[in-house]
């Protein structure tokens, strides 16, 4: 008798025994797009009955992850699994990683790429959102003052250097996020958006790609090969 393969805990975490109730699926590469979905999610007033997200908690988990979704209570009703990335500075090898998600799942459901900041950019979700931010908007000019220094400093051993468009921007919009919201430390930003308000209408048009995202998964034909 065939087994079913074992979780990731990754997906344990994440699973929490919850049958999936959508057919349209949304697995996310980290915590914090998918936490900027299920946020513009609700706005939208939908619920896990439209779509389901998924944060795969790490790049390192995403196509075990996908697999996983298959075998949870539910999972044999997907019909549409779309993917959010991150590009990265390697494109090749995100290209990779995304036919080796067409082969593994491929055959199973539908399936959808969405790599941020775009499908022939480098980078991440925070370069997507730096790109957004104005160059008059509070923190700009420190964050870029602090870039510049850390990059022109020598004395940094080269573990802690930020030699990628994603770990200059990631680095960059922690900067900003922390002097944009001084009076509490915000760790993540998807996090800091479903706290504060003023910061999700600060950045609403930053997410229009994201919410682009959920209007095509959405708007998908599920009866479509």
Same mark, same amino acid.
């Given at each position: 008798m065939a087994h079913a393969p074992k979780l990731s805990k990754a997906s344990q975490s994440t699973l929490k025994n919850r049958p999936l109730e959508s057919p349209r @699926?949304?697995?996310? !590469?980290?915590?914090? %797009?998918?936490?900027? =979905?299920? =946020?513009? /999610?609700? %706005?939208?007033?939908?619920? %896990?009955?439209? @779509? !389901?997200? @998924?944060?795969a908690k790490g790049r390192q988990h995403l196509l075990l992850c996908c697999d996983d979704q298959f075998y949870r209570s539910g999972g044999s009703d997907i019909r549409l699994m779309a993917v959010v990335l991150d590009s990265e500075d390697d494109l090749a090898q995100t290209q990779a990683l995304v036919a080796s998600l067409r082969a593994k799942v491929g055959e199973r459901a539908r399936l959808q790429f969405f790599q941020l900041p775009g499908h022939d950019q480098a980078g991440a979700l925070e370069t997507l959102i730096r790109a957004a931010i104005p160059a008059d908007s509070p923190g700009h000019a420190c964050a870029t003052q602090w870039a510049q220094c850390v990059q022109a400093d020598p004395g940094i051993p080269p573990p802690y250097q930020k030699t990628t468009q994603a770990q200059r921007d990631k680095a960059w919009l922690q900067v900003w996020l922390t002097h944009r919201t001084r009076d509490t430390a915000y760790s993540r930003i998807g996090y800091a958006l479903g706290k504060n308000a003023d910061l999700r209408d600060e950045l609403k048009a930053a997410l229009d790609p994201l /919410?682009? @995202? =959920?209007?095509?998964? =959405?708007?998908?034909?599920l009866n479509s090969p």
């Open positions: @699926v949304i697995v996310c !590469e980290g915590a914090d %797009e998918a936490d900027i =979905l299920s =946020l513009l /999610r609700d %706005e939208l007033g939908l619920t %896990e009955a439209d @779509v !389901e997200i @998924v944060d /919410r682009q @995202v =959920l209007s095509d998964v =959405l708007g998908a034909n």
